[in-house]
């Protein structure tokens, strides 16, 4: 089979797993955009998004990227928009929502996609896939040029523990372990390829909860700023937790102003602690990716 013919290649996913070093392994970061599957012909661009759709229309700032590449060849990566401290996530999630043409062409100027290669999975009419991980990089770095729309992806050797604390300090999504012997395991997640995220957390005030069918699904959180309480939006509790503490300061509250665009909320007196576990605070104060840890009373 063809894989560059059929285009039905699936990204190679990661487990989850926590800073550590290695010499069998080499340390990338981790770029916060969508992942995608580029395949390069002569004067043509094919981009699939990780789902395999074709979102090649979403991007004409990339439609040169052949001239990367003097063979057709298929790339793993990620789209990413540069923001102010790295690779801005919602300004890339806007350009992947966008429909018309006008304001495709318009977001192309004003926010420009950039592809972060990370693998070769074909080149030159040659499966690569079950090439040792440091050959396709080698593969990568020869054959492949950068440019303004398209930079390979830099790594380091060994030391995992030292990148993760910098990327950390930087406020970036986290970094990514991958075997360096490990072949390209398409739509597989393997543990030849580990993500390490570095996650914030934070006690946050529960300003109210959202009950379905008599059971708390989600709690309204927040914090007290200048003698008022702002929201940060909703995170869902785990199934398995005992409810009966929030139930004990079900005192309900008028809905203040501040909480407008809220519906169908029970307010509290606000003294329960919710520890939450989130990677960044958005422009509209809610939390990106939150995770319920525990009560803090």
Request: charged share 30%.
């Amino acid at each position: 089979m063809d894989i560059f013919k059929e285009k039905n290649v699936l990204p190679m996913l990661l487990k989850q797993t926590k800073p550590f070093n290695s010499a069998n392994y080499i340390f990338e970061m981790k770029f916060d955009g969508y992942r995608s599957i580029i395949y390069l012909d002569k004067n043509k661009v094919t981009i699939r998004s990780r789902n395999n759709k074709e979102v090649t229309y979403l991007y004409p700032e990339l439609a040169h990227l052949f001239k990367c590449s003097k063979k057709k060849c298929i790339l793993d990566g990620e789209l990413i928009v540069m923001g102010d401290n790295g690779p801005d996530f919602f300004k890339m999630q806007k350009r992947g929502r966008l429909k018309t043409k006008e304001k495709i062409l318009l977001a192309s100027q004003l926010n420009p996609v950039i592809f972060v290669v990370f693998d070769i999975l074909y080149y030159d009419n040659q499966d690569l896939t079950e090439l040792p991980l440091l050959k396709r990089k080698e593969y990568l770095e020869k054959y492949i040029k950068e440019d303004d729309n398209l930079v390979i992806s830099k790594y380091i050797k060994e030391d995992g523990i030292k990148l993760f604390k910098k990327i950390a300090q930087k406020g970036l999504e986290g970094i990514v372990a991958k075997k360096i012997d490990s072949p390209y395991q398409i739509g597989k997640r393997t543990s030849y390829w580990l993500k390490i995220k570095a996650l914030k957390e934070d006690d946050f005030l529960v300003l109210g909860y959202k009950e379905i069918d008599n059971n708390i699904k989600t709690i309204v959180i927040g914090k007290k700023e200048n003698k008022n309480f702002i929201s940060y939006g909703e995170v869902n509790l785990p199934n398995y937790l005992d409810q009966q503490q929030i139930k004990e300061y079900a005192k309900t509250e008028k809905q203040p102003k501040a909480y407008f665009n809220l519906k169908n909320i029970i307010w509290l007196k606000p003294r329960l602690k919710a520890t939450i576990r989130y990677k960044e605070i958005t422009s509209n104060n809610n939390l990106r990716h939150a995770v319920f840890l525990k009560f803090v009373d």
